[in-house]
């Protein structure tokens, strides 16, 4: 019979390898966290974060009127109409995965205040064209939940958009340091647009099997 662990940081697979040298370790690519300053996210400086800072400015070019309303309990149901029609988007092509975020969001949602979760939308009038969830794992650094756009919106830049602005928030009214994106499940799309924001840190998971 064996023994299995997973989503082992770097020092947890080191004390279990010296604890457990039978331990046999896999390297979980698609859980591995990407975590960012929240001031390279929030100023997206430099040669490298030139075409994401074009996405922003289309968007604000786009829509010049757009505002934010921080997400609270009673405004959660903007996030999830612009969750909803994302995956209204991509309902097209089954998948599992979906069906899981859907049930997530709900959730979420639905516990705003218990999961002490925060967040925010972006407004073109009466229309939701984007959201961000996240909430704060430890002094100084936050966890990015959920972030979705679609339509018009997504097509002009409202990812970037949603993330520069958030993450401006975060820094200026949160003294956030680092914000962490979370992992990208194995998936080349999301794994993509991750590393897209040139992460400053890769914070690897491994699993263990002991036999």
Same mark, same amino acid.
């Not at 390898?17 to 100023?43: C, N, V, W």
């Not at 009038?125 to 002094?139: L, N, Y």
């Not at 949160?174 to 040139?198: F, Q, T």
């Given at each position: 019979?064996?023994?299995?662990?997973? #989503?082992?940081? !770097?020092?947890?697979?080191? %004390? /279990?390898?010296? *604890?457990?040298?039978?331990?046999?370790?896999? =390297?979980?690519?698609?859980?591995?966290?990407?975590?960012?300053?929240?001031?390279?996210?929030?100023?997206?400086?430099?040669?490298?974060?030139?075409?994401?800072?074009?996405?922003?400015?289309?968007?604000?070019?786009?829509?010049?009127?757009?505002?934010?309303?921080?997400?609270?309990?009673?405004?959660?149901? #903007?996030?999830? !109409?612009?969750?909803?029609? %994302? /995956?209204?988007? *991509?309902?097209?092509?089954?998948?599992?995965? =979906?069906?899981?975020?859907?049930?997530?969001?709900?959730?979420?949602?639905?516990?705003?205040?218990?999961?002490?979760?925060?967040?925010?939308?972006?407004?073109?009038?009466?229309?939701?064209?984007?959201?961000?969830?996240?909430?704060?794992?430890?002094?100084?650094?936050?966890?990015?939940?959920?972030?979705?756009?679609?339509?018009?919106?997504?097509?002009?830049?409202?990812?970037?958009?949603?993330?520069?602005?958030?993450?401006?928030?975060?820094?200026?009214?949160?003294?956030?340091?680092?914000?962490?994106?979370?992992?990208?499940?194995?998936?080349?799309?999301?794994?993509?647009?991750?590393?897209?924001?040139?992460?400053?840190?890769?914070?690897?998971?491994?699993?263990?099997?002991?036999?």
């Amino acid at each position: 019979q064996e023994l299995r662990f997973c #989503l082992l940081l !770097e020092e947890q697979k080191e %004390w /279990l390898a010296r *604890h457990m040298p039978q331990a046999r370790f896999t =390297l979980d690519e698609g859980d591995s966290d990407y975590i960012y300053s929240a001031a390279h996210l929030a100023k997206l400086p430099g040669r490298l974060n030139h075409k994401k800072k074009n996405h922003v400015s289309k968007f604000r070019r786009t829509f010049p009127d757009f505002k934010t309303v921080p997400l609270r309990r009673d405004s959660a149901p #903007l996030a999830g !109409e612009v969750a909803e029609r %994302w /995956l209204r988007e *991509h309902q097209d092509t089954p998948n599992r995965a =979906l069906t899981t975020e859907r049930k997530s969001i709900r959730q979420a949602l639905d516990l705003w205040d218990e999961l002490e979760l925060e967040g925010m939308v972006i407004m073109d009038g009466e229309e939701p064209a984007a959201m961000i969830v996240a909430s704060q794992i430890s002094d100084g650094v936050y966890d990015i939940h959920f972030e979705k756009s679609y339509g018009k919106y997504a097509e002009s830049g409202g990812f970037a958009a949603i993330n520069q602005i958030f993450s401006e928030y975060l820094l200026n009214e949160k003294n956030a340091v680092w914000i962490n994106r979370e992992e990208d499940l194995g998936s080349p799309g999301l794994r993509k647009a991750k590393l897209s924001y040139h992460p400053d840190l890769l914070l690897k998971k491994y699993s263990a099997t002991i036999s």
